[in-house]
């Protein structure tokens, strides 16, 4: 893919958030048969969860207007106040949803094992006692596939259903954060369905790698769908007309999905390049995905740096940058922002 704006435009790899619908998928925004959602006549809202259901191997799915709102409409629905959630180190419902599952769904988080996984023996370490009714009561165990604080990492398709497996086993709901499971599945080379299978209902996010503006989809068992409806309303999540968005979603689900696997050359690509300067670290081993993080020794330093020659990334932490490819950037970008990096650790 060659770049198509001008040479003044910012090569943007802060997040895969940041892509813009293009020409074809505005189109299908444009042309979509809409009606009024909230009383269930709004085909195209209909055909994305019928595809989305069908896609992640569950009875039903719901859309929902991002990802934060489909894990606590998750929390809501598996969960009562004062129950406790196992979740992996860093897990984005703990750290980047403004603390809803407290103060919406009333839960707590335990951290179980590191760097976002954890095993059987860790998930049995961070249940409560049952017996222990002063305690808070375990209801929940949520994975985050692919994890992003660990820089897009996947999770080891075993090592996931054994936990799920288990979690079951104990009684336990189990949830997906797959904000980014279409990465995983091409990651893993198995289907989104196939990664979902273990767990009661699962989040994907249709606006980071598929490039869709806006919006996520919950899937699950047909009632937890209609309990959750109930929860997105209650929330203020439910819209009118939404066919005009869920275009976008059904386009991004059937063309933008096999496409990841350029994503992940391109992050790959930029690792191996920013790897050999000298004040840059990349652990190779954590770029799996489409997420890159480097190591450096003043983030917002580097990332002014970076702005200042036409490149984009995060802070991601006092001493970290995390880059993020997506449809929007072409190896050519890829290869000006290594460029760009050189440029900043020669100072």
């Not at 497996?165 to 709901?173: E, I, N, S, T, Y």
Request: glycine residues 10%.
């Amino acid at each position: 893919m060659t770049r198509s704006s001008t040479p003044s435009t910012p090569i943007d790899l802060r997040s895969d958030t940041v892509t813009r619908p293009g020409p074809a998928m505005r189109e299908a925004m444009a042309s979509a048969e809409v009606g009024d959602d909230i009383y269930g006549e709004d085909p195209t809202a209909k055909a994305l969860e019928a595809r989305a259901a069908e896609v992640l191997g569950k009875e039903a799915a719901l859309f929902v207007s991002s990802g934060t709102m489909g894990n606590q409409l998750a929390l809501l629905i598996h969960c009562r106040p004062g129950d406790d959630v196992v979740i992996g180190e860093d897990a984005h419902c703990k750290l980047y949803e403004s603390g809803a599952g407290g103060a919406i769904a009333g839960v707590q988080f335990t951290q179980a094992g590191r760097g976002g996984f954890f095993d059987v023996a860790e998930l049995e370490a961070a249940i409560y006692p049952t017996a222990a009714y002063y305690m808070p009561r375990t209801r929940l165990v949520a994975l985050e596939n692919t994890h992003n604080r660990g820089g897009g990492t996947v999770w080891p398709v075993a090592q996931a259903e054994a936990v799920a497996d288990r979690a079951r086993a104990l009684g336990l709901a189990t949830h997906l954060d797959g904000a980014r499971i279409w990465n995983a599945a091409v990651a893993t080379g198995r289907s989104a369905a196939e990664l979902a299978a273990p767990f009661d209902t699962v989040t994907a996010c249709l606006s980071k790698g598929l490039g869709a503006p806006v919006g996520s989809v919950l899937a699950g068992s047909r009632a937890a769908m209609e309990e959750a409806r109930r929860f997105r309303k209650m929330l203020g999540g439910a819209m009118r007309q939404v066919g005009v968005l869920c275009a976008a979603g059904l386009y991004a689900l059937e063309h933008h999905r096999a496409r990841l696997a350029d994503d992940h050359a391109n992050a790959r690509r930029l690792a191996e390049g920013v790897a050999t300067l000298d004040g840059c670290a990349v652990d190779l081993a954590t770029v799996q995905t489409n997420l890159v993080m480097i190591d450096v020794a003043d983030a917002p330093a580097f990332a002014d740096a970076m702005r200042a020659r036409g490149v984009l990334v995060s802070p991601f932490g006092p001493q970290r940058i995390r880059a993020v490819t997506h449809l929007d950037v072409s190896r050519d970008d890829i290869d000006a922002a290594i460029e760009a990096a050189r440029e900043v650790t020669r100072g």
